[in-house]
């Protein structure tokens, strides 16, 4: 089976960088995703790791270490409107994604 | 471009009855998807389609069929709606189901089982 570990909720200030910690045990690995979700709305992609290391894109980073099994997003300067659910996901074996339970982020000013 | 488009946005539905949610892509993507998003469990694979004419189960397949006659249309119907299925339903698309393969998320469907 898949289990993806995330922590629920993270409280931020406005300005400031937050963390989120995403860790894995899936069969077979093929990428690693990470979603935003704001409340409502459908999840919209955030970034794509499959190698080790941190790929960077603005404001937000991932990083990915396969042998741990464990990824983070990184989320700097943030702003409010970065109030949302933060979705990870693995793609296994079979190229399907299962997903973790999601990260809620309140960003507060 | 309108990417996936999802209907009904919401339904209340009457245990016993049966009901289609739509969903229809422009993106000429090959793989669709079909997930619920439950509080606490995240989202969950229903059915998948890989291509059209082709679809295969996920993790929660159980009181749910799905039909995938062209490439833009992948309908999930409820034979039998009972109260569990009461749920936000996603339907998403990719332009490939193997290797790397984002994929793009309609609104959602809210469906309330009674």
């Given at each position: 089976?898949?289990?993806?570990?995330?922590?629920?909720?993270?409280?931020?200030?406005?300005?400031?960088?937050?963390?989120?910690?995403?860790?894995?045990?899936?069969?077979?690995?093929?990428?690693?995703?990470?979603?935003?979700q704001h409340?409502?709305e459908a999840p919209t992609?955030?970034?794509?790791?499959?190698?080790?290391?941190?790929?960077?894109?603005?404001?937000?980073?991932?990083?990915?270490?396969?042998?741990?099994?464990?990824?983070?997003?990184?989320?700097?300067?943030?702003?409010?409107?970065?109030?949302?659910?933060?979705?990870?996901?693995?793609?296994?074996?079979?190229?399907?994604?299962?997903?973790?339970?999601?990260?809620?982020?309140?960003?507060?000013? | 471009?309108?990417?996936i488009?999802?209907?009904?946005?919401?339904?209340?539905?009457?245990?016993?009855?049966?009901?289609?949610?739509?969903?229809?892509?422009?993106?000429?993507?090959?793989?669709?998807?079909?997930?619920?998003?439950?509080?606490?469990?995240?989202?969950?694979?229903?059915?998948?389609?890989?291509?059209?004419?082709?679809?295969?189960?996920?993790?929660?397949?159980?009181?749910?069929?799905?039909?995938?006659?062209?490439?833009?249309?992948?309908?999930?119907?409820?034979?039998?709606?009972?109260?569990?299925?009461?749920?936000?339903?996603f339907?998403a698309?990719?332009?490939?189901?193997?290797?790397?393969?984002?994929?793009f998320f309609g609104p959602g469907?809210?469906?309330?089982?009674?």
């Amino acid at each position: 089976g898949q289990n993806i570990d995330q922590p629920t909720e993270m409280t931020a200030t406005e300005g400031a960088i937050v963390q989120i910690n995403c860790t894995y045990q899936t069969s077979g690995f093929n990428g690693l995703f990470w979603y935003q979700q704001h409340a409502g709305e459908a999840p919209t992609f955030l970034s794509y790791n499959v190698l080790d290391g941190l790929e960077e894109k603005g404001r937000f980073s991932s990083f990915l270490s396969r042998s741990k099994g464990y990824s983070y997003l990184l989320l700097k300067e943030l702003q409010m409107k970065d109030s949302a659910s933060y979705l990870c996901a693995v793609a296994g074996d079979d190229y399907k994604l299962s997903f973790g339970a999601g990260t809620t982020v309140t960003v507060r000013a | 471009t309108a990417g996936i488009t999802q209907a009904p946005t919401s339904q209340i539905l009457a245990a016993g009855r049966s009901m289609t949610l739509r969903c229809t892509q422009d993106m000429r993507h090959n793989a669709m998807y079909w997930y619920r998003q439950d509080l606490g469990l995240g989202l969950r694979l229903i059915h998948y389609s890989n291509t059209a004419g082709t679809t295969g189960k996920g993790e929660v397949p159980d009181g749910y069929s799905v039909s995938r006659a062209n490439t833009d249309d992948f309908p999930l119907t409820l034979a039998s709606a009972v109260p569990s299925q009461t749920s936000v339903y996603f339907c998403a698309s990719s332009s490939a189901s193997g290797d790397y393969n984002e994929q793009f998320f309609g609104p959602g469907t809210r469906l309330t089982v009674l």
